[in-house]
């Protein structure tokens, strides 16, 4: 499941929608969700309210974060459970690695947690000799095709039942040509219903951590946080600093905001507030940094935190639905991934804020209100700066800043191309130049408005 | 310095000027036919409810709907006759083969359908999620309009573990198709007492 960049998002856009009957349908299926999130949210009357009570919450957990981080801690130490601080991936992954060993635990049932996968925690412990098998059914389908999540929400959604009727045949023995989804669930509901009674070890990650009362809460619609946790003897939860929310009635808020943005359903099926270990049950919790305490640093950026993934800026993005979530080459795809990525590593995701038409769809539809699409411009402004812009995007925009510097340029500039659109358009009609794919270039207009202006105002009386 | 000092370091740094909480006082339901309301909307999410006088009700309607051979459980005493009383003490594994489990809701939300249980009237916390159909019983008048209020009555909460359960487990993974049974119960039937 490595996550090796070969290519950029255009690059791997540009395969994915070669297949235009999957990219119809691809696109197609997530508008759907977006229909459906439009629905349930029509039918709360206080809905932008809410969209802004959460929003200033999440303001305010930022700009708090130290005190809450010390309160969620004391009481999580009060509730009995053991807590971690990881300063990076690699931390992260030691840590579960030293409380999986200390209980000579080498099989663990994991429920979803981007941020793990976002630390490469599997193969860490595959490594080690410590086997991970992921129970959300779309992740486990992308785990048994080594592949990473295309959707925070939807793993697998870029895939066709028919493929993964391929894989169960594979993998889990079923016949070939099955295709049934109801038929394939239930293949995997028997498979891992096995795992989950024979691991001793579960992780989970977190959706919400509440600083008042130490809980925390997970959302599943298939049960499985809750079917790995309840059977384990050791229970992780890995959370990212921000997840922290101030008070358990803010959970009202969020809650209600979460499923109606992610897939328009009223709220998860299970929405479980972990708080003390079972009888017998070790719990632990791991804090991580990984860089969010950077992101916290940048003024233009540090809203991004704010974000409680629930992917409603993935399924409206027409540049997501399009090209795919695998494209963006990061484990948290789409519009929000491309304005958390370049925190991470600006050179390697330097080619994702370019990955959209700056729409603004997505901060319209985001239940915390992040300003998506305005920090997608500014970090284009930021990589340019820092030299990490793609080299034809920096030289056309060299070209465009020393064309612009005087009106003497611009002039020639100007009439220099609508001679060339009008007398040889094939000198830009052709593959060499990338605005062309796609694209026609327009006819030349047979003077510029300057031009045009001098001899108008000449003709007045 | 330990990870810890150096993560709380670098957060204080970085955090800018406090802004403060906002009044969420007006985020209030409407209380107006909230067994009505909570029966169309558990309809909606895949799940069955029945609107009954008593218990003796219930155990009627169990009777007739789910399989009695197969091994059912309980946390109720009104329901020992017939069916087996949860034990909090033995291992959780050993319910891996329950076919229905009938636990008892402190309230219901009227805007989503969930019930709101903690581990005291789940049994073992593993109950409503292993079993293979579960059945909860509520009280008409404990349903609450929306989760603001299910907040104000849960309160700090003295419990280990509380979860919302909002109708049969399900997964829409494999190209959108919903598909009710994913990991947890297959069905979720709600008897709402009058």
């Given at each position: 499941?490595s996550?090796?960049?070969t290519?950029?998002?255009?690059?791997?856009?540009?395969?994915?929608i070669?297949?235009?009957?999957?990219?119809d349908?691809?696109?197609?299926?997530?508008?759907?969700?977006?229909?459906k999130?439009?629905?349930?949210?029509?039918?709360?009357?206080?809905?932008?309210?809410?969209?802004?009570?959460?929003?200033?919450?999440k303001?305010?957990?930022?700009s708090?974060?130290?005190?809450?981080?010390?309160?969620?801690?004391?009481?999580?130490?009060?509730?009995?459970?053991?807590?971690?601080?990881?300063?990076?991936?690699?931390?992260?992954?030691?840590?579960?690695?030293?409380?999986?060993?200390?209980?000579?635990?080498?099989?663990?049932?994991?429920?979803?947690?981007?941020?793990?996968?976002?630390?490469?925690?599997?193969?860490?412990?595959?490594?080690?000799?410590?086997?991970?098998?992921?129970?959300?059914?779309?992740?486990?389908?992308?785990?048994?095709?080594?592949?990473?999540?295309?959707h925070?929400?939807?793993?697998?959604?870029?895939?066709?039942?028919?493929?993964?009727?391929?894989?169960?045949?594979?993998?889990?023995?079923?016949?070939?040509?099955?295709?049934?989804?109801?038929?394939?669930?239930?293949?995997?509901r028997?498979?891992?219903?096995?795992i989950?009674?024979?691991?001793?070890?579960?992780?989970?990650g977190?959706?919400?951590?509440?600083?008042?009362?130490?809980?925390?809460?997970?959302c599943?619609?298939?049960?499985?946080?809750?079917?790995?946790?309840?059977?384990?003897?050791?229970?992780?939860?890995?959370?990212?600093l921000?997840?922290?929310?101030?008070?358990?009635?803010?959970?009202?808020?969020?809650?209600?905001?979460?499923?109606?943005?992610?897939?328009?359903?009223?709220?998860?099926?299970?929405?479980?507030?972990?708080?003390?270990p079972?009888?017998?049950?070790?719990?632990?919790?791991?804090?991580?940094?990984?860089?969010?305490?950077?992101?916290?640093?940048?003024?233009?950026?540090?809203?991004?935190?704010?974000?409680i993934?629930?992917?409603?800026?993935?399924?409206?993005?027409?540049?997501?639905?399009?090209?795919?979530?695998?494209?963006?080459?990061?484990?948290?795809?789409?519009?929000?991934?491309a304005?958390?990525?370049?925190?991470?590593d600006?050179?390697?995701?330097?080619?994702?804020?370019?990955?959209?038409?700056?729409?603004?769809?997505?901060?319209?539809?985001?239940?915390?209100?992040?300003?998506?699409?305005?920090?997608?411009?500014?970090?284009?402004?930021?990589?340019?700066?820092?030299?990490?812009?793609a080299?034809?995007?920096?030289?056309?925009?060299?070209?465009?800043?020393?064309?612009?510097?005087?009106?003497?340029k611009f002039?020639?500039?100007?009439?220099?191309?609508?001679?060339?659109?009008?007398?040889?358009?094939f000198?830009?009609?052709?593959?060499?130049?990338?605005?062309?794919?796609?694209?026609?270039?327009?006819?030349?207009?047979?003077?510029?408005?300057?031009?045009?202006?001098?001899?108008?105002?000449?003709?007045?009386? | 310095?330990?990870?810890?000092?150096k993560?709380?370091?670098?957060?204080?740094?970085?955090?800018?000027p406090?802004?403060?909480?906002?009044?969420?006082?007006?985020?209030?339901?409407?209380?107006?036919?909230l067994?009505?309301?909570?029966?169309?909307?558990?309809?909606?999410?895949?799940g069955?409810?029945?609107?009954?006088?008593?218990i003796?009700?219930?155990?009627?309607?169990i009777?007739?709907?789910?399989?009695?051979?197969?091994?059912?459980?309980?946390?109720?005493?009104?329901?020992?006759?017939?069916?087996?009383?949860?034990?909090?003490?033995?291992?959780?594994?050993?319910?891996?083969?329950?076919?229905?489990?009938?636990?008892?809701?402190?309230?219901?939300?009227?805007?989503?359908?969930?019930?709101?249980?903690?581990?005291?009237?789940?049994?073992?916390?593993i109950?409503?999620?292993?079993?293979?159909?579960?059945?909860?019983?509520?009280?008409?008048?404990?349903?609450?309009?929306?989760?603001?209020?299910a907040?104000?009555?849960?309160g700090?909460?003295?419990?280990?573990?509380?979860?919302?359960?909002?109708?049969?487990?399900?997964?829409?993974?494999?190209?959108?198709?919903?598909?009710?049974?994913?990991?947890?119960?297959?069905?979720?039937?709600?008897f709402?007492?009058?």
């Amino acid at each position: 499941m490595s996550q090796t960049k070969t290519k950029d998002h255009a690059a791997l856009a540009g395969a994915f929608i070669k297949d235009e009957e999957r990219v119809d349908w691809h696109d197609g299926a997530l508008w759907y969700i977006r229909e459906k999130r439009d629905i349930a949210a029509k039918q709360i009357p206080e809905w932008e309210q809410l969209r802004e009570a959460a929003s200033m919450i999440k303001s305010n957990v930022i700009s708090n974060l130290h005190e809450y981080l010390l309160q969620f801690e004391a009481n999580l130490k009060k509730n009995g459970v053991t807590v971690h601080w990881a300063d990076s991936a690699e931390e992260h992954n030691e840590i579960v690695y030293s409380i999986l060993k200390a209980k000579e635990i080498n099989q663990m049932v994991k429920s979803k947690s981007m941020l793990t996968e976002e630390c490469h925690l599997n193969e860490y412990l595959e490594e080690r000799g410590i086997e991970v098998i992921n129970s959300d059914l779309g992740e486990y389908i992308q785990q048994i095709d080594n592949e990473p999540p295309s959707h925070i929400v939807l793993p697998c959604i870029h895939k066709r039942k028919e493929e993964i009727g391929e894989l169960f045949h594979e993998h889990l023995g079923t016949e070939k040509g099955l295709s049934d989804p109801t038929l394939l669930t239930r293949v995997a509901r028997k498979h891992l219903r096995n795992i989950f009674l024979t691991r001793r070890g579960a992780l989970t990650g977190v959706n919400f951590a509440v600083a008042e009362t130490g809980e925390y809460v997970v959302c599943t619609n298939e049960g499985n946080a809750d079917m790995g946790a309840h059977l384990s003897e050791v229970q992780i939860a890995s959370m990212g600093l921000e997840k922290i929310i101030p008070q358990k009635k803010h959970l009202g808020i969020f809650l209600r905001l979460l499923a109606r943005s992610a897939t328009g359903q009223p709220i998860t099926i299970y929405s479980s507030h972990y708080k003390k270990p079972r009888k017998g049950q070790e719990m632990h919790l791991i804090l991580v940094d990984a860089g969010r305490t950077r992101q916290l640093g940048r003024k233009d950026f540090r809203d991004s935190l704010k974000c409680i993934k629930c992917g409603s800026c993935m399924n409206t993005c027409p540049v997501y639905r399009k090209s795919g979530g695998l494209s963006y080459h990061n484990t948290i795809s789409g519009p929000i991934g491309a304005i958390l990525a370049p925190n991470l590593d600006m050179k390697r995701h330097a080619d994702l804020p370019f990955a959209s038409t700056l729409c603004g769809s997505c901060s319209n539809v985001c239940p915390v209100k992040i300003n998506i699409h305005e920090q997608l411009y500014k970090w284009r402004q930021v990589i340019v700066k820092e030299g990490y812009a793609a080299n034809t995007k920096a030289l056309g925009m060299k070209t465009m800043a020393w064309t612009l510097s005087s009106p003497g340029k611009f002039t020639k500039a100007g009439r220099a191309g609508r001679w060339f659109l009008q007398n040889v358009p094939f000198v830009v009609n052709n593959k060499f130049n990338p605005w062309y794919k796609q694209r026609d270039m327009p006819e030349g207009p047979k003077e510029s408005f300057a031009e045009w202006f001098i001899k108008n105002e000449n003709k007045k009386p | 310095m330990t990870t810890r000092e150096k993560i709380l370091g670098a957060v204080l740094k970085n955090q800018p000027p406090a802004i403060a909480l906002p009044d969420t006082s007006m985020f209030k339901g409407d209380s107006i036919d909230l067994v009505q309301k909570y029966m169309d909307v558990f309809k909606k999410i895949g799940g069955s409810s029945f609107l009954v006088g008593d218990i003796a009700a219930v155990k009627i309607l169990i009777t007739e709907n789910f399989d009695t051979a197969k091994r059912i459980v309980t946390t109720l005493p009104e329901l020992s006759d017939n069916f087996e009383l949860i034990s909090d003490t033995v291992d959780p594994h050993s319910y891996e083969n329950i076919e229905l489990a009938i636990i008892k809701a402190h309230f219901s939300v009227a805007e989503n359908g969930a019930v709101w249980l903690t581990e005291e009237v789940m049994g073992q916390r593993i109950i409503p999620y292993i079993c293979q159909h579960l059945a909860v019983i509520v009280h008409a008048e404990s349903i609450v309009p929306t989760l603001h209020e299910a907040y104000e009555k849960i309160g700090p909460g003295d419990y280990g573990f509380g979860g919302f359960i909002g109708g049969p487990s399900k997964t829409a993974d494999i190209e959108q198709a919903l598909v009710l049974g994913a990991h947890g119960p297959l069905s979720m039937t709600v008897f709402i007492i009058k």
